[in-house]
C-alpha cells in the first residue's frame, strides 16, 4: 500500500521547538478562515465536532474519536463546532521536523502534496501514552517515546506527514513570532531575508499578502490560539501579540473572525 502523505497547515509553533501539547477548549462555534500553522500536528477531538476546508473543495468532517492531520506551512479554513450545552475540547500534538524525520526517515524524498485527513482507532488510542508522558515523572526516553507513538502508528497505517519548505511569508510569520510586541517594519524583514525592501514587498506581492496584514494576522492567530489554550486575560493576550490596548485587539479580532475574543471562551 503506497503511504498517504498528509501535508497542510499545522501550529503556531517554531520549527526549533520540542514536541508540544496543548489543549484546545473553545465555547462557541466558530469559522477561521485561511489560518496558517507552522509545525506538522495531530489534532485529537475530544467533544464537539470539526470541519476542515482546504483548496480545491477538500473538505473533512469529524467528531469526538476523530484525529485531524496536517503538517506544516500552508492555509486551511477551520470550524470548531461547540455542541449544545458543551464547549468543543480537543488535544493538540505538534512535531517539529527533526522529530518526524525519526518516524519518517525518507521525508525530504517525500513529494509534497496538499492534502489533510483524519483517523481513528488505533491512532486516537495512542493520546492515552501523550497523557501519560505529559503527567508522570518518566525517564526522558520513555517520555519521548510515548509522544512519538502516535507517528509510528500512523505510519503502520500507511501515512507519512511530510511539510512543504517555508516560503518567504513563512519565514516573515517565524520572523513575527519570535517576538510579537515588537514594532516590526518591513527594513527588519528584509534584513532578515537579505533583501532588499523592494524585493520583500515583490514576493509578499506574489503571496496576496502586504507586510501590515501579514504582521496583523500573525498576531491575532496567535491571540487565537491562547484564548483557546491558556487562562490569560484578554489584556494579557493583548498586549503579548503587540496590540495597543485590549480594545483594540477586541476590534481586530472580531473583524478578523467573526467573533469576540471573550465569545472564544464564554458561549453566547
Not at 64 to 75: A, E, P
Not at 90 to 118: C, E, H, I, N
Request: one cysteine or more; proline letters at 7%.
Amino acid at each position: 500500500m503506497a503511504p498517504l502523505v498528509v501535508q497542510a497547515p499545522c501550529s503556531a509553533e517554531l520549527s526549533s521547538a520540542p514536541i508540544s501539547v496543548v489543549q484546545i477548549r473553545q465555547s462557541t462555534t466558530g469559522v477561521f478562515s485561511d489560518l496558517f500553522f507552522r509545525l506538522s500536528c495531530l489534532v485529537f477531538v475530544h467533544q464537539g465536532s470539526k470541519r476542515v476546508s482546504l483548496p480545491d473543495d477538500v473538505h473533512l468532517e469529524g467528531a469526538s474519536g476523530d484525529v485531524f492531520l496536517f503538517s506544516g506551512h500552508g492555509l486551511a479554513t477551520v470550524m470548531n463546532r461547540a455542541w449544545s450545552g458543551e464547549d468543543y475540547l480537543a488535544t493538540l500534538v505538534a512535531y517539529p521536523v527533526a522529530d518526524l524525520r525519526t518516524v519518517f526517515p525518507d521525508l525530504g524524498s517525500t513529494p509534497p502534496v496538499q492534502v489533510a485527513t483524519k483517523a481513528r482507532s488505533r491512532v486516537f488510542a495512542s493520546l492515552d501514552g501523550v497523557t501519560a508522558a505529559m503527567q508522570a515523572d518518566l525517564p526522558e526516553d520513555v517520555r519521548r517515546h510515548r509522544l512519538l507513538e502516535p507517528l509510528h502508528w500512523l505510519k503502520a497505517e500507511g501515512y507519512v506527514l511530510a511539510p512543504a519548505p517555508p516560503g518567504p511569508a513563512e519565514r516573515i510569520r517565524a520572523l513575527f513570532e519570535s517576538d510579537l510586541s515588537h514594532p516590526w517594519r518591513s527594513e527588519d524583514a528584509a534584513r532578515h531575508l537579505s533583501v532588499s525592501p523592494a524585493t520583500l514587498r515583490r514576493m509578499l506581492s506574489r503571496s496576496g499578502q502586504s507586510f501590515s496584514k501579514l504582521l496583523t494576522t500573525t498576531r491575532l492567530e496567535h491571540g487565537l490560539a491562547q484564548l483557546q489554550t491558556s487562562d490569560r486575560s484578554v489584556s494579557e493576550i493583548a498586549m503579548s501579540c503587540g496590540f495597543a490596548n485590549p480594545s483594540h485587539f477586541s476590534d481586530a479580532f472580531k473583524s478578523r473572525f467573526g467573533l469576540s475574543p471573550r465569545q472564544i471562551r464564554s458561549a453566547a
